[in-house]
């Protein structure tokens, strides 16, 4: 059993430890660590690990829900930011959407197909809208009462022509659509990850009481501001990652188109990404200590982020 300590300001001098350096658009990332002991364990298959200090071989848990698994959720969750953060720079070329469906719809297989259809009218639709062709990140949502709904991001290489509601909702035709121009927000990833994560606490309280105390149990309350469709800032409570609970294990819940590109991702030492970030503005950065159950200190973390679009 492994626990992390969070060390706001670090004892320890991380400069010659070896850095993965995550460059995604204007955000760049830091993590480095040095690993005090070697891992106990080892994979043999998918169900299957051994803990070669006693030799005995162990199931692996396998979980309901990407709540149960948090490192699977933190893996998603990061692979989503950089997505964002890679290929969402400018905003005006950029268009935010919505597509629910009218009905209760639950079945993930239809949704998939669902929206290949879509997206082939759409294209449809540019080609003949004299539109130039744009790319996508389509992420799914799932709802408390079973129902998903699809975000994605559309992105052209050059201003965001205008797409009428009525006439994308025709597009769509399965319900409600909203299609809407972006904050100018130089870390959109960041701020789209948690908006599909946390669910606001007067929807939680609309949920059976089963579902209601699971979701409750599952994270911890905050507070934060949101806008309105109106441009209205308002302050909300949320549990914080709550939605994760309605998403089935191991499903893909972010889907791209060819174009999309990748964020870059290198491996230096310490030292030398901090110099090479030095230009760009440190806008988080926390370390942590993970400790096994004897209370011995088996790895060292630290994490940092920079913006180059920040003064």
């Known amino acids: 059993m492994f626990k992390a300590i969070i060390k706001d300001e670090p004892d320890f001098n991380s400069d010659l430890w070896c850095t993965k350096v995550t460059t995604m658009g204007n955000v760049i990332e830091h ?4 690993q005090i002991s070697p891992c106990p364990c080892i994979k043999i298959d998918a169900n299957h690990y051994q803990d070669i200090r006693t030799g005995k071989i162990y199931e692996y848990n396998h979980f309901e829900t990407r709540a149960d698994g948090l490192q699977g959720v933190r893996r998603t969750m990061s692979r989503i930011r950089a997505l964002i953060n890679t290929n969402v720079i400018v905003p005006e070329n950029v268009r ?9 719809m639950t079945d993930t297989k239809r949704l998939y197909q669902d929206y290949k259809y879509f997206w082939d009218r759409f294209l449809y639709y540019c080609k003949k809208s004299d539109f130039s062709k744009p790319e996508y990140i389509a992420v799914i949502e799932p709802q408390g009462r079973g129902a998903w709904h699809i975000h ?10 205008f797409v009428p509601n009525k006439e994308l909702a025709d597009i769509w035709g399965q319900g409600f659509v909203k299609i809407k121009a972006l904050r100018d927000c130089d870390n959109i990833g960041a701020y789209f990850s948690a908006y599909l994560a946390d669910m606001p606490v007067e ?48 499903m893909n819940i972010v889907r791209y188109s060819r174009g999309i590109k990748q964020p870059t991702v290198e491996f230096m030492p310490d030292k030398e990404a901090k110099e090479k ?35």
């Open 203 to 250: 929807d939680v309280m609309e949920l059976p009481a089963g579902e209601r105390n699971h979701v409750l149990e599952s994270g911890i309350l905050e507070e934060k501001n949101v806008l309105e469709d109106d441009g209205k800032e308002i302050s909300k409570q949320f549990i914080k990652g709550g939605r994760l609970c309605f998403y089935p294990a191991k």
């Open 96 to 104: 935010w959407v919505t597509l629910t469906y009218a009905e209760n």
């Open 152 to 161: 994605a991001f559309f992105i052209w290489d050059r201003p965001a022509p």
């Open 31 to 34: 993590i480095c660590c040095q």
């Open 277 to 311: 970030a030095s230009s760009a503005k440190l806008t988080f950065s926390r370390s942590y200590e993970i400790v096994d159950s004897d209370g011995e200190i088996v790895n060292r973390i630290s994490k940092s982020y920079y913006n180059t679009a920040r003064k």
